[in-house]
Each structure stands twice: as structure tokens, then as C-alpha cells.
Nanobody, 123 residues
Framework: IQLVESGGGLVKAGDSLRLSCTSS????????VAWFRQAPGKEREFVAA????????YYPDSVKGRFTISRDNVKNTATLQIHSLKSEDTAVYFC?????????????????WGQGTRVTVSS
């Protein structure tokens, strides 16, 4: 399974942005999906996850209320919506899957990653 992210770009603080993750090879619909981000000079951060059915979601407190993860298993796509963008949201955003049905919080289990999409928030 290969993952490809899209939707990044240069946006203004306060705007909203929608990132997409699609798969090729095996269907993404069979697996949970997570989004991570990595800002310049910082460690990769787990920002959202969704189970394979979409029933369960997870957000760390740092993004709860502004980030929304969803999926469309017919279109084989997972989406991350970011609202009220802040300069600190500037990062490369990655989608990944642990090849498990349910949400996995152990980041070492994520072996399938996309190449990332860059989000730059201007103030």
C-alpha cells in the first residue's frame, strides 16, 4: 500500500485547510489512518487518527477542537481538516497507517507513510 497526501500550501492565519490522503495498491479502507506533522527543527507529532470504519477518532489535546479527521472508504481517502490555522501549524503533514483496523497510539507501529504535504501558515 502506498499513501499520497495532497492539499498543502501557503495559507493565512485564521483560514481553514483540508488535507487528503489517498492510497494505491491495497485499499486504505481496511486500515486505520493517522495524521502526523513535523515542524522545522521539531520531532514528528501525532495529530489525529481514525479507525477503519470511521467510528472512532483520536486527537491529542494540542489540536482538539481545531482538527477534524474523516474518511470516505468508497473513495479510499482520509481527510484532515484544520480550522483557525495558526503559525505554529506550519509543518509537513504526513498520513500513515499501522495496517491495523483500530487506532494505534504507539507511533513505532506505523510503517506505511506518505511523502508528506507542506503547510505554511503566514501571520
Amino acid at each position: 500500500i502506498q499513501l499520497v497526501e495532497s492539499g498543502g500550501g501557503l495559507v493565512k492565519a485564521g483560514d481553514s485547510l483540508r488535507l487528503s490522503c489517498t492510497s494505491s495498491g491495497r485499499a486504505l479502507s481496511a486500515y486505520s489512518v493517522a495524521w502526523f506533522r513535523q515542524a522545522p527543527g521539531k520531532e514528528r507529532e501525532f495529530v489525529a487518527a481514525i479507525s477503519w470504519t470511521g467510528r472512532d477518532t483520536y486527537y491529542p489535546d494540542s489540536v482538539k477542537g481545531r482538527f477534524t479527521i474523516s474518511r470516505d472508504n468508497v473513495k479510499n481517502t482520509a481527510t484532515l481538516q484544520i480550522h483557525s490555522l495558526k503559525s505554529e501549524d506550519t509543518a509537513v503533514y504526513f498520513c500513515a497507517t499501522p495496517e491495523d483496523h483500530e487506532i494505534v497510539l504507539d507511533t513505532t507501529r506505523y510503517e506505511i507513510w506518505g511523502q508528506g504535504t507542506r503547510v505554511t501558515v503566514s501571520s
